[in-house]
C-alpha cells in the first residue's frame, strides 16, 4: 500500500523543527528502527537549513515543500525550495564545502545526505530553485506496510 503526504512551509529557521517532526511521524507506521528514524529526521534538516539558509538566503517569504512517499518499506522524500538554486551542484556536494562561511556552516549537509540515505539526487536550476531527492529502504519489521 502507497501512502503520501505533502507540506508546504514558509522558509523560516523555526519550521526545520516542524518539518522533522511532521516527517518523523509520517514514517512512524512503518515501525522504523531508532537509527533510521534519526538519520531521516537528521536529513530532512539538514534540507530544510539548505532550502532556508541558501536557496532563499534567510528570506522568509519563500516556500520550502516536502513531499513523502512510503511503501513496502521504502520511504521516497523530496525537499524543494524555489530560491536561488546551485550554480556546480558537484561543488556544493564536497565535504567542507559551503557558501557561507560567515554564518559559521560546516559544508557537510549534502554529505551527510547521501551517507543516511540510499540515493540522493540533487537538481537545481540558478534563480528556479534546487529539488532535493531522498530515498531509503527500511529494514520491515512487521508487515503493516506490505
Known amino acids: 500500500m502507497r501512502n503520501e503526504m505533502q507540506l508546504q512551509f ?3 529557521s523555526q519550521n526545520e523543527s516542524f518539518a522533522r517532526v ?6 512512524a507506521q512503518l515501525d522504523p528502527t531508532l537509527d533510521e528514524l534519526t538519520e531521516i529526521k537528521t536529513v530532512v534538516s539538514e534540507a530544510v537549513t539548505n532550502a532556508i539558509i541558501h536557496g532563499y538566503e534567510g ?3 519563500g516556500i520550502v515543500y516536502i513531499d513523502l512517499a512510503i511503501e513496502d518499506g521504502f520511504v521516497d522524500l523530496s525537499i524543494r525550495d524555489e530560491g536561488v538554486g546551485i550554480t556546480d551542484i558537484e561543488e556544493a556536494r ?3 564545502f559551503t557558501t557561507k ?4 556552516r560546516s559544508g557537510m549537509g ?3 545526505m547521501e551517507n543516511f540515505m540510499d540515493e ?12 532535493v531527492r531522498l530515498k531509503k529502504h527500511l ?3 512487521n508487515a503493516l506496510c506490505n
Open 10 to 12: 514558509c522558509a523560516l
Open 22 to 27: 511532521t516527517v518523523a511521524a509520517f514514517i
Open 59 to 61: 528570506n522568509p517569504s
Open 94 to 96: 564536497q565535504p567542507l
Open 101 to 104: 562561511p560567515e554564518l559559521e
Open 110 to 112: 549534502f554529505t551527510i
Open 120 to 131: 540522493c539526487m540533487i537538481e537545481s536550476q540558478p534563480g528556479l530553485g534546487t529539488i
Open 139 to 141: 529494514a520491515l519489521k
